[in-house]
């Protein structure tokens, strides 16, 4: 919001004007410059976009007897915000979540809504980063059958860094009965190139089941790079 003149009155003013954005904050009003946002559209961001892309184009080609059954599973798969309410999504979130998390599992996706059947948990993740090489061990080991895990990582950031959320990337998969420790070197040399000396590099694996496509909770830990 700004302040203008109107004749003899000054009116507060909000939203889009020209190049300049009126708006109200705790301070009170402002004023902005509009910027674009840049768009890196790097070929990860790109395939992600695509993935999530065919998915909305494959809801359409459902039957609207099956896209039925996905609204209706839909309150059997709710999920907790990040202020921890509980939510329910719709059925076509339902499913681009499930056949994402799939098609990042390795396995195939389903036009027909699971039931609800859980995960195995991630126990521990520890990660090594020694003379370049990357290794991830983790229990339980072997996978449990049924079961995949996503391996994420951030790039090497300052070790006085704690929020690293938004700085997670998806490197590579563990499929059933994958056996730990696990070299990720490439996986991760490919995504962020060979960390820093001495920089902090976070990992975590998220239980994905491969039946129904459900995600547990993704287990974090970090190491320095040495």
Do not use: C, H
Request: proline share 7%; hydrophobic share 45%; aromatic share 10%.
């Amino acid at each position: 919001m700004a302040l203008v003149k109107y004749g003899e009155f000054m009116v507060l003013q909000s939203g889009k004007t020209g190049g300049t954005i009126n708006s109200k904050g705790k301070g009170g009003a402002y004023t902005k410059n509009f910027v674009i946002p840049t768009n890196p559209r790097t070929s990860y961001q790109i395939a992600a976009r695509n993935l999530q892309t065919s998915f909305a184009q494959n809801w359409r080609n459902l039957t609207q007897v099956q896209r039925d059954a996905w609204n209706a599973a839909a309150t059997a798969f709710p999920y907790v915000n990040r202020v921890g309410d509980s939510k329910i999504l719709s059925g076509i979130a339902l499913y681009n979540k499930l056949n994402v998390n799939l098609t990042n599992a390795g396995t195939a996706a389903i036009t027909v809504p699971p039931v609800p059947s859980g995960v195995i948990a991630v126990i521990s993740v520890v990660p090594t980063v020694i003379a370049g090489v990357t290794t991830v061990a983790y229990t339980p080991t072997p996978v449990p059958a049924g079961t995949s895990f996503l391996v994420w990582a951030t790039p090497g950031i300052s070790p006085g860094i704690k929020y690293v959320t938004n700085r997670f990337r998806l490197i590579t998969k563990i499929a059933a009965a994958g056996v730990s420790p696990l070299i990720v070197t490439g996986f991760y040399n490919a995504r962020f190139g060979v960390a820093p000396v001495g920089s902090r590099v976070f990992f975590g694996l998220q239980p994905i089941n491969a039946v129904t496509g459900e995600a547990g909770i993704m287990l974090v830990a970090s190491t320095i790079a040495i």
